[in-house]
């Protein structure tokens, strides 16, 4: 089968997250990395590759900067990527994103799209289920167990009060939870050989997407009312009671 | 022109209304003009009239049968839409909230603006305020599109409360002919029973994490629980680690509570943890690190090891 990855490159999560005064888009700087969300998608398409002799290819959007996120994804194991970058794409929402990433996947080709359920640094949620419709494909979203039939995709989609064993043949669009599978981690050899696969460069243009202006817009950014922290104390074997008086004032005992 | 309408996508989930649709229908009828329901799942003269009781004037509703029903529900909804023109649809941050308002979304060529804390409408203009980095700045979207205007809301946004007297018009939609897309079948539904008080609901949380350093350790949680007749709670990190199942997740993709009395056991207080529970009245949080950002809300921070600080617990609980 031929898989396709969705991988976002991010600003790395250990140090906060800033907006751009002006345009409110979130600063990104050069060197992003793999949003840990997608390193499970990565590991779930390199297992259906390897079960069904078939290809693991990325598509990803966004400034390519060092590449040092994708490099990453490449060193799973991953065959080439793709990178959509485009200056237009700037501050892109979520259903602009999903256009891009249809089109980039619809000229690669695939039997499954494996995305993860939200990213770490937008979270909208959403770009699996608006690619599947875009693609015009079943969307098997929220799996936390995939297995692969002949010629069909059956998952367990997570649900407020268990799971669901979901089944839709393919081309289909699976999104993945932490939890589906565990990732690897790159070997010396994944590393060294990532700097050699090939990873394309693209544009809307060369798409054939149009950009669209945005649909909503910012109009304004304010800190939230705080939450002040209360009392903080070093348990000296005595700190219990201190609990209890809380429960107390608080009358649940 | 002021909004003229309003609808509330609903979810069934345990053949009743789900409660985040109850709680879009409170806020939406306080606005002016029409509510109206697109309702999924097999249905009932008592849902329908739970849905009328809390502002559904209209119930356009769809059996999707076997069938996962996203992609159903999307055409069959996009075709309503077209007909009747609301301003607004609403959806809830549920696993099939999403999956229906982002195939929507792609479907009309609309927004879909999502996690929205807040929805507010000022004659013409809709505006949807969002948390950003764990709840410490507010961010307000005003729509530039045409409408229908589609959002997704959190959990626990809104309070849901009965009130109005209407007795909907049900009017059934026949299942589509999605194609190729419609074809997710639904072979096996596995519901985990559901025991002692529930997140959703209760005065009090305990909720564990990594912290505990073990699957078995969460019996901590669940004693401290059952002796104060309490919830009880997770982060991803220890349900992703198969310690708990997913139903008892609080954060950002997990539950929104706001109880009473929030107990965080070994938890470290990431930011997608915080915006689901930063909301409780009282925090308590234990953990050996002091500099743990879950202290920077924790309106008692007990800076201790949780197996010593709840064993102790437990016993000067069970003296009284
Ligand atoms: C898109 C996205 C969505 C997410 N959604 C959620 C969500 O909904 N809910 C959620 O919870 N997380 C969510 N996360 C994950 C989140 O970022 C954190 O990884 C997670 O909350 C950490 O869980 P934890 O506090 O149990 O573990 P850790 O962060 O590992 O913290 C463990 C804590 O336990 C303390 N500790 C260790 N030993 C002891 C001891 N003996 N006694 C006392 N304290 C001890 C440590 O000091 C540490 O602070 C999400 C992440 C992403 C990227
Ligand atoms: N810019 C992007 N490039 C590649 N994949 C993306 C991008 N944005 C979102 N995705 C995919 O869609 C999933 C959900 O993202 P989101 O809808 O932003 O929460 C992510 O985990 C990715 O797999």
Known sequence: MH????????????????????????????????????????????????????????????PAGTMQ???????MGAGKAVIVEDADLRGADALTTARVLSAAIGREGFDVVIAGTESTDGYSGTVPQQLAELLGVPALTYAKHVEIGDGTVTIHRQTGGGYDV???????????????????????????DAKKKPVESTSLADLGVESVAPGQEIVSVSPAPERSAGEKVVDEGEAHLRIIAALEQAKVI | MAITTTWVFVEEVAAAPASIGLELLTKARGWEGQVAVFYLGAGSDEAFSVLGAHGATTVYHLDPGDNLGTAQATAALADLVGQHRPDLVLFGLTYTDRDVAGRLSARLGRPVLSNAVDVRVDGEAVLVVNEIFG????????????????VIVRPKSFPAEPGATVTPEVVPVALPDAGHAGQAVVAERQVEEKVGPQLEDAAVIISGGRGLGAAENYALVEDLA???????????????????????????????????????????????????????????????????????????????????????????????
């Open chain 2, 135 to 150: 709840g410490t700045q507010l961010v307000e979207t005003a729509f530039r599109a045409e409408p229908p205007h589609l």
């Open chain 1, 3 to 62: 898989v396709v990855v969705c991988v976002k490159q991010i600003p790395d999560p250990a140090s906060p997250y800033k907006l751009e005064p002006d345009t409110h888009f979130l600063v990104r700087p050069a060197e992003q990395v793999l949003d840990d969300t997608d390193r499970y998608g990565v590991e779930m398409g390199l297992q259906i590759a390897d079960q069904t002799e078939g290809t693991v290819t990325l598509v990803s959007m966004g």
């Open chain 2, 226 to 320: 059952s002796r104060l007749g309490a919830a009880t709670g997770a982060t991803r990190a220890i349900v992703d680690a198969g310690w708990v199942p997913y139903a008892k997740q609080v954060g950002q993709t997990g539950k929104t509570v706001k109880p009473d009395v929030y107990i965080a056991c070994g938890i470290s207080g990431a930011m997608q943890h915080l915006v689901g529970m930063k909301d409780s009245k009282l925090i308590i949080a234990i953990n050996k690190d002091e500099e743990a950002p879950i202290f920077g809300v924790a309106d008692l921070g007990v800076v201790g090891d949780v197996h010593q600080v709840i064993p102790r617990l437990l016993e000067a609980l069970d003296g009284r």
């Open chain 1, 69 to 75: 996120g994708i490099r990453q994804a490449l060193a």
């Open chain 1, 166 to 192: 979901v089944t839709a043949p393919t081309p289909v669009v699976v999104s993945v939870t932490a939890g589906v599978v565990e990732p690897r981690y790159p070997t010396f050899k994944g590393i060294m």
